[in-house]
Nanobody
């Protein structure tokens, strides 16, 4: 069965960096585009960015462009989210997602940006 497990969240000061990971199993990882979403307290879940099957193409929501980078390792079946210049408004639970007819989600990892 499809499993997505996020890790790497935590508390970081404004301006700091974090690297999130999403370990995938139960499907042919290299055949699917992958996505990062986030959900801030009291807000709807929003798409952060998408990475193509090869990793050669990415796109991002405007609010994170130039600060966040999505990458993937198709040998290790893992996707990454490098987050730099973090702001308090980046505080959220971050989820990885794959669409295989239906949406599959991990349980998320909490990122808190605060001084």
């Amino acid at each position: 069965q499809v499993q997505l497990v996020e890790s790497g969240g935590g508390l970081v000061q404004p301006g700091g960096s974090l690297r999130l990971s999403c370990a995938a199993s139960g499907f042919t990882f290299s055949s699917y585009a992958m996505r990062w979403y986030r959900q801030a307290p009291g807000k709807e879940r929003e798409l952060v960015g998408t990475i193509s099957t090869s990793g050669g193409s990415t796109n991002y929501v405007d609010s994170v462009k130039g600060r966040f980078t999505i990458s993937r390792d198709n040998v290790k079946n893992t996707m990454f989210l490098q987050m730099n210049s973090l702001k308090p408004e980046d505080t959220a639970v971050y989820y990885c997602n794959v669409k295989r007819g239906v949406d599959y989600w991990g349980k998320g990892t909490l990122v808190t940006v605060s001084s």
